[in-house]
């Protein structure tokens, strides 16, 4: 039994820089795929300001679907109104609210009309 217990205590002790490793190689990632979604989510604007409403909406969605909650927000948005680039489309606009609110963005709470939930209300600046 002692002899089955050090042999466990050596491979767990030898095993523990390969998880280490393995773990920051994972905590890399996720930065790095954090840096690429908010650059996605800044392009996105700018080619909103320049007018290219399509690539603007492929640029939030890389950043959406790779978790930066203001790019969910700002599909939730495009999805409420819609635009040259997609349809209004009221369920996809509240699947992306709710991602947003749960990653954290401050989302008011879908408006009931009878038996009918609408997105949220946006008042423009």
Not at 66 to 91: F, M, T
Request: proline share 6%; no cysteine.
């Amino acid at each position: 039994m002692k002899t089955l217990l050090v042999v466990t205590a050596f491979a767990f002790t030898a095993a523990m820089p390969v998880w280490q490793t393995a773990h920051a190689q994972d905590s890399a990632r996720a930065l790095m795929s954090h840096e690429a979604a908010v650059q996605s989510h800044v392009h996105g604007l700018a080619l909103e300001h320049r007018g290219d409403q399509k690539g603007a909406f492929v640029a939030f969605l890389d950043a959406a679907e790779n978790g930066y909650p203001p790019a969910q927000r700002k599909l939730g948005e495009i999805y409420d109104s819609g635009n040259s680039a997609v349809e209004r489309n009221y369920q996809q606009s509240i699947r992306w609210y709710e991602k947003a609110r749960d990653g954290g963005e401050d989302i008011p709470p879908p408006v009931s009309h009878g038996n009918m939930l609408m997105a949220p209300v946006r008042i423009a600046p």
